[in-house]
């Protein structure tokens, strides 16, 4: 009998906390809207985006035919109105290129970005959560593993892996997944880390003191308790991540170890295209690196916006 | 004070044979044939085996690992198998010292003008300038160092004519002086990417120096603006960029890696790709252990310093 108003009770303070979350996450959007440089970040990821998607279907010419030199010389053309970008050392459009150029990139980056949040968040809890011996020992590892320099380990990994009886077998597309992998590893530590010093100060708040006397199991709190109340800095993580993977997959591609030919990639045509520059012939090398500028800056900022409203 | 550093001290150790673990273990797991790599394609299978023998490709896992170790315990990595008449160390340490130059003409370019830079932004915060200078920031620090080095290459370079936009071996003949025009677009492009991260850092620290309440007291008590700013707000917003600066220099050695490639500089990155591509096993591992030591000292060094500069820093370091 006197259980009733009680559940009643229960349900109210559980329909309230649930109303007062998704304010909240109202709140927030309309304030992410209000935000120049959330909007400009937007647009411009929205574009790359667009351009990856729609690929040769919208491009001037084939990205990957090599044309007869419509300049009348031996290709590089500088720009013109045939070639508004001119064309690369092969005959290619570089125009064409470019729009198709974030492809793998932006399937490869952020893929490796949501999988270190992903891994990098259990790692993380497990460790703030228990605490005792086995964060003494996560967190030394993790922190060897922060001393070692991410592009370097890449290129370990990366051209070992390439040569290795192990993976021999792997074909063009499978590399990508080997890259998303590579990074994931790599980024998996700092997120670790972020989560861990969050979860600290969760742990022995009231809400986490009651539900393990209420005698939940440490997986219920852990996933159902605590997950929800981080899920900010979780989110805030993920898209700073998203942010270094692309300048991680970037430069790995550049130094010749990460997404490799035929495909349009702008840091591997600036890798194929920079010796160019010894003979006064800039565009192969500047579309690109544009490109990879825009994309960079663009995503930063979105970032930015997002932390700075979580964080507010 | 003492304890304090004796006791990081220990613990970096530890963490160095963690990450010499870590970084034995890829390599373990990953096996590529270096013997194979090294002698070609077209070298009979017999002087492969030799060369496997020779320098103990075919031992144990306890083996190879007990020799990286006890390299770093010598400071004695042996031999480069690709160069065998070369030492590991010194073959690594040429082309490091190299890269130190770079690095060090883009931290005196890049740390007086972002600290500047931070402070102008915090004294004007919210302003038209603090954002711009927040703006740029985020830019400098978000673009790879390769896409900058790239941009100021055909920029300054190349259209404006103002430096070398391509690295010579002819630089090395001349004077430091006269290597700055080769030396400089590199070096700016590694100063703009560290630009963004000190001069956020100067900026938040600025302005949480100057909400506090011992600042409001110095006002109250009478000392001029200038005096609040040395004495009071500079001391305490030094140890957050500090702090970044030394992480920097860590990074620098990873960021600096597209940069040289970019301007074909012959640095560290070029020994540690190609001794990647051969398949160089003990040049590569020592190289990135020897990455990582330079990032463990910096912020090793740079905790000592604030713990000096900031007497409440040293009593929270003394109970730690």
């Not at chain 1, 108003?5 to 909240?24: H, I, N």
């Not at chain 1, 109340?229 to 993977?245: A, K």
């Not at chain 2, 932004?121 to 740029?136: P, S, T, W, Y």
Request: charged fraction near 15%.
């Amino acid at each position: 009998m006197s259980n009733i108003p009680d559940a009643a009770a229960a349900t109210d303070v559980l329909a309230r906390s649930l109303t007062e979350r998704k304010t909240a996450r109202q709140e927030r959007w309309r304030l992410l809207r209000r935000r120049p440089g959330f909007l400009v970040g937007v647009f411009i990821v929205a574009f790359w985006v667009f351009c990856a998607i729609v690929g040769d279907r919208i491009t001037p010419y084939d990205p990957f035919t090599d044309r007869d030199s419509d300049c009348g010389l031996r290709p590089p053309c500088p720009p013109s109105g045939a070639h508004w970008f001119g064309t690369d050392q092969i005959g290619r459009d570089i125009l064409s290129r470019v729009m198709m150029g974030a492809r793998d990139l932006l399937l490869v980056a952020p893929i490796a970005a949501v999988l270190a949040v992903i891994t990098g968040s259990i790692l993380g809890m497990v460790m703030g959560y228990y605490r005792g011996w086995v964060d003494n020992i996560l967190s030394r590892v993790v922190e060897a593993f922060l001393a070692l320099p991410v592009v370097m380990v890449g290129i370990l990994v990366l051209t070992l892996s390439r040569e290795s009886s192990l993976l021999k077998a792997i074909s063009f597309d499978s590399r990508n997944i080997l890259i998303i992998y590579v990074v994931a590893l790599l980024f998996t530590p700092i997120v670790a880390r972020t989560v861990r010093s969050t979860v600290l100060g969760e742990r022995d708040l009231d809400y986490v003191v009651s539900a393990k006397l209420r005698g939940e199991s440490n997986l219920f709190i852990m996933t159902r308790e605590i997950l929800p109340n981080i899920s900010g800095p979780i989110i805030v993580e993920l898209t700073v991540r998203i942010g270094y993977s692309i300048f991680t997959v970037a430069t790995l591609s550049f130094l010749g170890v990460g997404i490799q030919r035929p495909s349009p990639d702008w840091g591997l045509a600036i890798s194929e295209s920079r010796d160019l520059l010894n003979a006064d012939q800039w565009w192969p090398v500047t579309f690109p690196a544009l490109a990879i500028a825009t994309l960079v800056i663009a995503v930063n900022l979105i970032a930015d916006s997002i932390q700075a409203v979580y964080e507010r | 004070m003492w304890r304090y550093v004796v006791k990081r001290v220990l613990l970096s150790i530890v963490t160095l044979w963690l990450l010499a673990t870590i970084v034995f273990v890829m390599t373990w797991a990953l096996p590529s044939d270096s013997a194979r790599l090294i002698l070609g394609a077209q070298a009979p299978e017999a002087s492969v085996e030799a060369f496997r023998v020779k320098f103990g490709l075919n031992d144990g896992f306890f083996a190879q690992y007990g020799r990286l170790l006890k390299g770093l315990v010598t400071f004695d990595f042996g031999v480069s198998w690709k160069y065998p008449t070369q030492e590991v160390w010194p073959y690594l340490a040429k082309p490091l010292e190299k890269t130190a130059k770079l690095a060090v003409l883009a931290m005196i370019i890049t740390a007086p003008i972002s600290v500047g830079a931070g402070l102008l932004a915090a004294k004007f915060r919210d302003r038209k300038l603090d954002r711009g200078i927040v703006l740029v920031g985020l830019a400098a620090s978000s673009i790879p160092e390769f896409v900058t080095g790239a941009l100021l290459a055909v920029g300054l370079g190349l259209k404006l004519d103002l430096f070398e936009p391509v690295y010579s071996t002819r630089a090395e003949e001349l004077s430091i002086i006269g290597q700055l025009p080769y030396l400089m677009l590199p070096a700016l492009a590694l100063a703009l990417a560290y630009f963004g991260y000190i001069a956020r850092m100067m900026r938040a620290g600025t302005i949480r120096a100057l909400d506090s309440d011992y600042v409001r007291t110095a006002t109250m008590k009478g000392l001029s603006s200038s005096q609040v700013m040395r004495r009071h707000v500079l001391r305490n917003a030094a140890a957050p960029t500090i702090t970044v600066m030394s992480v920097q220099i860590g990074y620098l050695v990873s960021g600096i890696i597209g940069v040289e490639v970019v301007f074909n500089y012959p640095g560290f990155s070029r020994v540690l790709l190609d001794a990647a591509v051969d398949g160089d096993l003990p040049v590569l591992q020592v190289a990135v252990i020897v990455s990582a030591l330079i990032y463990m000292v910096a912020t090793l060094i740079a905790d000592l310093v604030i713990a000096w500069l900031n007497p409440r820093a040293r009593l929270d370091l003394a109970s730690a």
